[in-house]
């Protein structure tokens, strides 16, 4: 505060509530700015305080922003947008991104009338948990770039992907909604969501360069009429590159059994967004080869990659080559299965002492191998370990649910031998499984888990996991990033 300031201010309680004021603003921090409005659109505060919207004015976390009979399109700091149709009501429930993606970030955001359009950023682009628009009866998820979304006249919830693939969840069930297609969730929350023809209802783009307050970027001033910085954006993530030298670990079925794969010395493909197109390596356990080539007919359902890691899972043609063993070779996995992975360049020298945890990066949504109705599930889960001369102990909190209520709990620990980045574990020796509902585990469980330390210095995990429930099997892949 200048100090002529206090000098003219004689009133001490002035001086206090000036300086609350100045400490108040510098808390509310700006997670987004307004790209253009149109008609009346209006800004309600966390505090209830409502207000005109604007363009080029700044957002905080709490904000509602409600059109009305205007348009409005929003813009936030990883560089995600929404475009918020006529008579929508949408709220910015809890923004986080300190300009890279260390796993604090996530974008939560409410729905309750109306309709819009979402491009995602860099938000939920290796943590897809991160991002989420919830709305009376469902939660939109994200597993692609971009849809739309609206909330019909009964309060159901009908979206659209227009690239990637995005999840829908009533408490009735979820489904995926690929891209070009459209799902429903029911304003009747004991009707599970589901597929539908009919798409949402959104009104065109208004026409560019038809309109009197068209934004222009230079237009975008503070409220004293000075240009305002623009947001601050983190560089692209930067893909992995198709070289040999990788480790990799490979989850993946054959519509009965589960298989846990991994190795080093691996050769591995990417396309240019960084997303793994085929890899092969000598396996840790068998030490045969596997190879396994992902085919033109199929798509990522996830990725991510933090420049590290990359991990995924693939639907569609996989030709698993010489690592088939019992498996067909090839073979196509529907929506509700996969092959799943996680790839990385391997630690060359573990440390000797010393522990560490290790938080979830991103993971695969686990699936059954036999896709049986079942929609993918969700995974959790954190690590502890141990580094020693001897290799580094692995200490195992993973969680999986899975739609139909089965859910699991792998603990236990997983070990590297001496002198190797890789590790494993299963319920035979090293590793425990638990229920974790009343559904799972009913006569006899089993679990392995193979993985992999990356980085220069240790700082990331990959694994793939395997559970057997007697009539059923699931599997998946996760990163971590140390802490």
């Known amino acids: 505060m200048p100090e002529s300031l206090f000098r003219r201010s004689a009133h001490p309680c002035l001086l206090l509530a000036l300086v609350a004021v100045a400490f108040a603003n510098q808390a509310v921090a700006t997670v987004g700015r307004v790209d253009f409005v149109i008609g009346d659109v209006t800004a309600v505060s966390a505090s209830g305080q409502r207000h005109a919207l604007s363009r080029g004015e700044e957002l905080s976390n709490g904000d509602t922003i409600i059109t009305n009979n205007g348009r409005a399109q929003i813009r936030f700091a990883d560089g995600a947008y929404v475009s918020l149709q006529p008579d929508t009501e949408f709220g910015i429930k809890d923004y986080r991104y300190e300009g890279e993606t260390d796993g604090s970030e996530r974008g939560f955001f409410s729905l309750l009338r109306g309709g819009l359009r979402a491009v ?207 498996p067909p070779c090839p073979v196509t996995y529907g929506p509700n299965q996969g092959l799943h992975y996680v790839v990385g360049l391997p630690t060359p020298t573990l440390p000797t002492s010393g522990s560490a945890s290790y938080a979830l990066l991103g993971a695969t949504n686990p699936t059954y191998v036999d896709g049986a109705g079942t929609a993918p599930g969700t995974f959790s889960g954190k690590l502890d370990v141990t580094f020693l001369a001897t290799g580094a102990t692995v200490g195992m909190n993973l969680n999986v649910s899975m739609p139909d209520g089965k859910g699991y709990a792998i603990g236990g620990t997983a070990s590297t031998g001496t002198g190797s980045s890789l590790f494993s574990g299963s319920t035979s020796n090293s590793l425990t499984i638990a229920a974790t509902s009343d559904v799972a585990c009913t006569r006899s469980c089993s679990a392995s888990v193979q993985g992999f330390f990356a980085g220069a210095s240790a700082q990331r995990v990959g694994l793939g996991y395997s559970i057997s429930d007697f009539e059923s099997t699931v599997v998946g892949a996760a990163a971590f990033k140390k802490q």
């Open 120 to 326: 995602t950023g860099l938000v939920g682009r290796i943590n897809r948990s991160a991002y989420r628009i919830s709305t009376p009866t469902a939660t939109v998820g994200i597993r692609g770039t971009g849809g739309l979304i609206q909330v019909l006249s009964d309060g159901s919830t009908l979206i659209n992907g227009s690239s990637g693939i995005w999840t829908l969840t009533s408490p009735a069930g979820s489904i995926v909604v690929p891209a070009g297609t459209s799902g429903i969730a029911p304003a009747d929350p004991t009707i599970p969501p589901h597929e539908t023809d009919e798409g949402p209802s959104l009104p065109p783009p208004p026409p560019v360069g038809g309109l009197n307050n068209e934004f222009r970027q230079g237009e975008q001033v503070n409220p004293n009429g000075t240009p305002y910085p623009p947001l601050v954006t983190a560089p692209p993530v930067p893909a992995l590159q198709s070289a040999s030298g990788y480790a990799a670990a490979v989850a993946y079925g054959d519509g009965v059994s589960g298989f846990v794969s991994s190795g080093s010395r691996a050769t591995a493909n990417f396309d240019a967004a960084g997303r793994l197109t085929r890899v092969n390596f000598v396996d840790r356990t068998s030490s045969a080869a596997s190879d396994f080539s992902l085919q033109p007919d199929g798509s990522h359902a996830e990725s991510g990659t933090d420049g590290i890691l990359a991990w995924g899972r693939w639907t569609g043609g996989v030709n698993l080559g010489s690592g088939c063993g019992t």
